[in-house]
């Protein structure tokens, strides 16, 4: 919430604009993130998650990014093409937009997968020794 908070905001919000204005350049768009900002596993509600979805997805809307690579939860999980819900942080609308993939672990112990039946989960797996082909 701070002045570094708003700075990485801006460069963000730069570096998106560059790279959307010129499509021809730049076809897909990709972001990461640590926080999984679509999560249905352990961190899902946590505020700071909360907090990164309320500020970060609609910039990715704004600039039509194709995919973030989220980390934190140690699972998979790939939403389906969502935008900002409203408010930001609550549900995001399923239909078009941007696609969500959690992929963590390395090597940590595995979470439990989201039992909540949310609509905008497109695939969830967690990893283990019989993690089936995604």
Request: with cysteine.
């Given at each position: 919430g701070g002045d570094a908070s708003k700075a990485i905001l801006d460069w963000?919000?730069?570096?998106?604009?560059?790279?959307?204005?010129?499509?021809t350049k730049t076809p897909f768009i990709v972001?990461?993130?640590?926080?999984?900002?679509f999560s249905t596993s352990l961190h899902s509600?946590?505020?700071d998650v909360l907090l990164t979805r309320k500020l970060l997805t609609p910039l990715f809307d704004?600039?039509?990014?194709?995919?973030?690579?989220?980390?934190h939860d140690h699972e998979y999980e790939?939403?389906?093409?969502?935008?900002?819900?409203?408010?930001?942080?609550g549900a995001p609308v399923v239909g078009s937009g941007t696609r969500y993939?959690?992929?963590a672990g390395a090597g940590a112990d595995p979470y439990a997968v989201g039992s909540a039946q949310v609509d905008y989960r497109e695939k969830a797996t967690a990893f283990g020794g019989n993690t089936p082909y995604l």
């Open positions: 963000l919000d730069g570096d998106l604009s560059r790279a959307n204005a010129n499509r972001a990461i993130s640590h926080r999984a900002i509600t946590d505020g704004k600039y039509a990014v194709d995919l973030v690579f989220n980390g790939r939403s389906k093409p969502l935008k900002a819900g409203n408010p930001p942080s993939v959690i992929c």
